[in-house]
T-cell receptor, first 116, second 110 residues
Framework: DAGVIQSPRHEVTEMGQEVTLRCKPI?????LFWYRQTMMRGLELLIY????????DSGMPEDRFSAKMPNASFSTLKIQPSEPRDSAVYFC??????????????FGPGTRLTVL | DAKTTQPPSMDCAEGRAANLPCNHS???????VYWYRQIHSQGPQYIIH???NNETNEMASLIITEDRKSSTLILPHATLRDTAVYYC???????????FGAGTRLTVKP
């Protein structure tokens, strides 16, 4: 079974440019999460969706960041305009919330973003 | 405010059991203990989780103390590929707030 798929795996861009990160969750999962990992701050939850609806975006650093989930099999995280401090590894994770007592998040391989 | 406390690093000899401790003295009755690991340059990998009872799967065993204030992840026969950062996380069931701390960097040595 394919796990969570992220693209691109690496992105290098210049300050001020728009960056779009993509995620395909595990088929059948109904929750999707975007995380960011830096040396200074570790792993941070940015936003999560349940049934394609954004539930909590309190972790989104500022208005330059936006995330969408147009359907159950695709999500994007966009940064516009990008800044050097956005350089990090961005992870997408998905889980199935199905009336049980807990859910388990499965992570993708990440996108390493470098903003020059 | 950290919910878990883990040693920053540990070493283990290849083939021996690796026992990774985690303190979660303020855990609530409805909070689960989850363990993930992150091998260099990869995404976090789910290992195991539990509420009260000890749990075992193909990867590891999870031992939770009776008062639930601490737990131990056991890798029964560590291999070099188990070298990674191991994260202990407590979270409310279906609460999607997964807070990763600094974890324990486990180094398995030949």
């Amino acid at each position: 079974d394919a796990g969570v798929i992220q693209s691109p795996r690496h992105e290098v861009t210049e300050m001020g440019q728009e960056v779009t990160l993509r995620c395909k969750p595990i088929s059948g999962h109904n929750s999707l999460f975007w995380y960011r990992q830096t040396m200074m701050r570790g792993l941070e939850l940015l936003i999560y969706f349940n049934n394609n609806v954004p539930i909590d975006d309190s972790g989104m650093p500022e208005d330059r960041f936006s995330a969408k989930m147009p359907n159950a099999s695709f999500s994007t995280l966009k940064i516009q305009p990008s800044e050097p401090r956005d350089s990090a590894v961005y992870f997408c994770a998905s889980s199935l919330v199905a009336g049980g007592d807990t859910d388990t998040q499965y992570f993708g391989p990440g996108t390493r973003l470098t903003v020059l | 405010d950290a919910k878990t406390t883990q040693p920053p690093s540990m070493d283990c000899a290849e083939g021996r059991a690796a026992n990774l401790p985690c303190n979660h003295s303020t855990i609530s009755g409805n909070e689960y203990v989850y363990w993930y690991r992150q091998i260099h340059s990869q995404g976090p990998q789910y290992i195991i989780h539990g509420l009260k009872n000890n749990e075992t799967n193909e990867m590891a065993s999870l031992i939770i103390t009776e008062d639930r204030k601490s737990s131990t992840l056991i890798l029964p026969h560590a291999t070099l590929r188990d070298t990674a950062v191991y994260y202990c996380i407590v979270r409310v069931a279906l609460n999607n707030d997964m807070r990763f701390g600094a974890g324990t960097r486990l180094t398995v040595k030949p």
